[in-house]
């Protein structure tokens, strides 16, 4: 391809809003450009990277036996109303009405749709398993689109979905699954970890996300230095927290004038904050309704959102305003487990089970009890923690920290929830009707082409990998006017080309070659052959975009030169 045939439109203008490298870097390396809030165009660079990536994810796909097929981008509301999701997605499902006053919805996942191929169709054990995937448009009415296609709310993805007659069967192809993942990211020369995650609004059991290792990424992994242990903040455990447990004392009231948080109020009685309760109180949003609801952890710890949510099987957890939590009943920076109004929901910390003498809130102004026995409650305990750096690993003896990670593909053990809530069965080996026990597989394309750039880039641009180059070598012709570098480097972009390197020959007259050279770092191809004032000689020089490593190569042995670089 010939730069001056090509449409690059590049710029050294940086939005306010692109704070990421990624960001930054694709809209002003001309691979993309916005038209409207988290709605993206793919520019020719920008498009030729996405069907890379997408080629790879296909045969890695193809390889794992799963089927190609392509889904309605657009599907009916009705649908989403026998699965509960209609409601259950919440504002992020952008809902419309046809010329008929027909309900329909842009598709942010695909799990109806697929319920409803197979509905019918596979109707015996015999025809069982089947994976169906498809590479497609999504979108997400994201409540925050930022990092242009890191989190966009039109984007690509490759969503699968496997179908089985037993859960055993589910968990084979939940393996054959993470590998064929695993090997899409080593492709495209990634670095990245398999971790334990939440299964979120898609539901089911067992879930794993792909983390592309990266500071900028926005989850964050907790990781054992020892093992191979790592999972999402969300869904990490870890070794219980324990103390030696004290003796247990008589419940008291006692007088703690203006301590409201947790080390003020251990101070003030002098005793050691893991023996106290937290309270956080949250509002909780329910399909139809919402409330306060009351979380309990151990003084020393921070409630995880995500787990608090599950625990109260909300639709999402908010901040409660101080008028709510007082219209509730409870007193804030005094709340505790003891007199609590009736109705209030109450979730208490695993790790507070069996714990005796603590300190809370005595929803009373000014006052706390000591001596507080959680074992002579009925109380309502979930893993409500939020693992921190320093805590010890739930598998070995090792010790846990944080690293941020990007959120590249997610798979899930579905189990029953669609093919129940859609009356999806088949015919067993006896004859009964039975679900499909289902899976379902997510790779984010789009946001891939963010990440490997989050991953691989530098102050001056991008650096692309291997896999993932639109071009490996920019041949750049230093003056396009002079003839004779024209016709070297023509020569030099002919013959790469029939090597089968595929290359980009920056033939623009109009351009300084500084201007080339700020292209080619910006866009970041692997390589540049400059071919300049130095042919007069017979050289021509290599420019390595990872290292920025200039070497002056014969004219007739560069072919061969960048051949062993790249093969
Ligand atoms: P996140 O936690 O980042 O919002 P998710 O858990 O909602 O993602 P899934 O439903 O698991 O995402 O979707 C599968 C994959 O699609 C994700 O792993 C991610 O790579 C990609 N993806 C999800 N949301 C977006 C988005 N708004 N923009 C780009 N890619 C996305
Ligand atoms: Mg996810």
């Given at each position: 391809m010939k730069f001056s045939q090509?449409?690059?439109?590049?710029?050294k203008e940086t939005p306010n809003?692109?704070?990421?490298p990624s960001h930054q870097f694709l809209l002003r390396g001309g691979f993309i450009n916005q038209t409207g809030a988290g709605i993206y165009n793919f520019m020719p660079l920008g498009k030729i990277v996405l069907d890379k990536i997408r080629a790879v994810v296909k045969e890695e796909m193809d390889n794992a036996g799963a089927n190609e097929v392509l889904m309605s981008f657009v599907t009916p509301l009705e649908l989403w109303e026998q699965s509960g999701r209609?409601?259950?997605?919440?504002?992020?499902l952008l809902k419309f009405k046809d010329r008929k006053n027909a309900g329909f919805v842009l598709s942010p996942t695909n799990e109806e749709t697929v319920v409803d191929i197979v509905k019918n169709r596979i109707?015996?054990?015999?025809?069982?398993?089947i994976n169906l995937y498809h590479i497609n448009t999504k979108f997400r009415d994201e409540a925050r689109p930022r990092f242009g296609l890191m989190r966009g709310r039109e984007f690509l993805m490759k969503d699968a979905y496997s179908f089985h007659d037993s859960h055993e069967d589910l968990v084979r192809e939940f393996n054959v699954m993470e590998e064929a993942y695993k090997k899409v990211y080593e492709r495209l020369g990634l670095e990245f970890r398999v971790v334990e995650a939440d299964s979120g609004a898609i539901g089911g059991s067992g879930s794993k996300e792909f983390m592309i290792l990266a500071?900028?990424?926005?989850d964050t992994i907790v990781v054992c230095d020892s093992c191979a242990y790592g999972a999402n903040i969300e869904a990490a455990k870890r070794k219980p927290n324990k103390k030696e447990k004290l003796e247990t004392k008589a419940l008291e009231k006692v007088e703690t004038p203006n301590c409201k948080t947790i080390a003020e109020v251990s101070e003030f009685l002098n005793?050691?904050?893991?023996?106290s309760m937290k309270a956080v109180m949250k509002k909780a949003i329910y399909e139809e309704s919402s409330e306060v609801v009351l979380f309990f952890v151990r003084g020393t710890d921070e409630l995880e959102e995500t787990k608090a949510c599950n625990a109260a099987d909300a639709l999402d957890l908010e901040d409660a305003s101080e008028e709510e939590v007082i219209a509730a009943g409870l007193v804030p920076g005094f709340?505790?487990?003891?007199?609590?109004?009736?109705?209030i929901k109450v979730y208490v910390d695993i790790?507070?089970?069996?714990?005796?003498n603590l300190v809370c809130g005595?929803?009373?102004?000014n006052y706390h009890f000591t001596?507080?026995?959680?074992?002579?409650m009925e109380l309502q305990y979930a893993d409500l923690v939020a693992v921190q750096e320093g805590d010890s690993c739930p598998c070995c003896d090792g010790k846990l920290s944080y690293t941020k990670g990007i959120e590249a593909g997610h798979i899930f053990q579905l189990g029953t929830k669609y093919s129940e809530a859609m009356d999806a069965k088949f015919l067993d080996a006896n004859g009964k009707a039975q679900p499909f026990v289902m899976g379902c597989y997510g790779i984010g394309v789009s946001r891939l082409v963010a990440a490997v750039i989050e991953q691989h880039h530098d102050e001056k641009g991008c650096i692309w990998t291997k896999q993932t180059a639109?071009?490996?070598v920019d041949v750049i012709v230093?003056?396009?006017?002079?003839e004779n570098e024209l016709e070297a480097g023509m020569n030099i972009y002919n013959s790469l080309k029939q090597a089968g390197i595929e290359t980009i020959i920056?033939?623009?007259?109009?351009?300084r070659f500084g201007f080339k050279m700020g292209d080619f770092e910006l866009i970041g191809f692997p390589y540049a052959v400059v071919v300049g004032k130095k042919l007069q000689d017979g050289l021509v020089e290599v420019v390595d975009?990872?290292?920025?490593e200039k070497t002056e190569v014969k004219v007739e042995e560069v072919v061969e030169y960048l051949i062993n670089k790249i093969k």
């Open positions: 090509m449409f690059i439109p590049t710029t809003d692109a704070t990421l209609s409601v259950a997605m919440g504002p992020e109707t015996s054990y015999k025809d069982l398993p500071n900028s990424g926005e005793a050691d904050s893991f023996y709340c505790g487990i003891v007199d609590l109004p009736k109705d790790e507070l089970k069996e714990d005796n005595a929803n009373e102004e001596g507080v026995d959680l074992t002579s639109p071009f490996m230093s003056n396009g006017k002079k920056d033939d623009r007259k109009q351009q975009r990872k290292t920025l």
